[in-house]
Every structure is written in C-alpha cells, then in structure tokens.
C-alpha cells in the first residue's frame, strides 16, 4: 500500500516563500513522474509542476521563474519551492506520483494548504 504525505503549508506574506515537501512510502520501486497541482477555492484543480524521470521538469506558465520543483529519489520525495508569493497563489496543493514499478499507477496525497496574506 502507497501513502503519499504533503507537509509545509502554511499562512505567509505576499512576497514571500515557502516550502513544500511530498514523501511517498510503501511498496514503490520505480517512479515515473512527481508532480505538483493546486486548487484554489472556487476553481478546479490546475497542473502547476511535474518532474519526470530522467530529471527534467515541467511548469505552468503561470508559475515559471517563481516555483521550482525537486526531487529526493532515494526517499521518494518531491518539493516545491514557492518564491515571491502572491495572493492567486492561495490554494491546496496537491502532490502526485506516477509510478511504473511494481506497476503502472498514480497516487495522490490529501493536500496542504497555502495561503497568502496581502
């Protein structure tokens, strides 16, 4: 049984930063990607980073040059790097894993929640 596990969130200034760290424990052997998403209130769920495989990473275009996405391979863990936070950053954030072994599926956490205080 995989349990995914997001921490950091948090209330912060308008300008600010934070942290966001993802660990995903059990039986996982590979991962394919990690990814990050986020849900303000009011909206529906949006794609804010992935990670793949091979290292390289993906952004919104709305977060590029502000949030950078890691990983730690060996402790299956992903982080998310929030910079220069502002108020349409105020969401849950979502972590996501996609693993191909022990086989092809996704996981996903219970969310942390940020928010940005103007």
């Known amino acids: 049984q995989v349990q995914v596990v997001e921490s950091g969130g948090g209330l912060v200034q308008a300008g600010g930063s934070l942290r966001l760290s993802c660990a995903a424990s059990?039986?996982?052997?590979?991962?394919?990607?990690m990814a990050w998403y986020r849900q303000a209130p009011g909206k529906q769920r949006e794609w804010v980073a992935t990670i793949l495989r091979n290292g390289k990473s993906n952004y919104a275009d709305s977060v590029k040059g502000r949030l950078t996405i890691s990983r730690d391979i060996v402790k299956n863990t992903a982080y998310l790097q929030l910079n220069r936070l502002t108020s349409d950053d105020t969401a849950v954030y979502f972590c996501?894993?996609?693993?191909?072994?022990?086989?092809?599926?996704?996981?996903w956490g219970q969310g942390t929640q940020v928010t940005v205080s103007s």
């Open positions: 996501n894993f996609r693993t191909y072994l022990p086989d092809d599926r996704e996981y």
């Open positions: 059990g039986t996982i052997y590979g991962v394919n990607t």
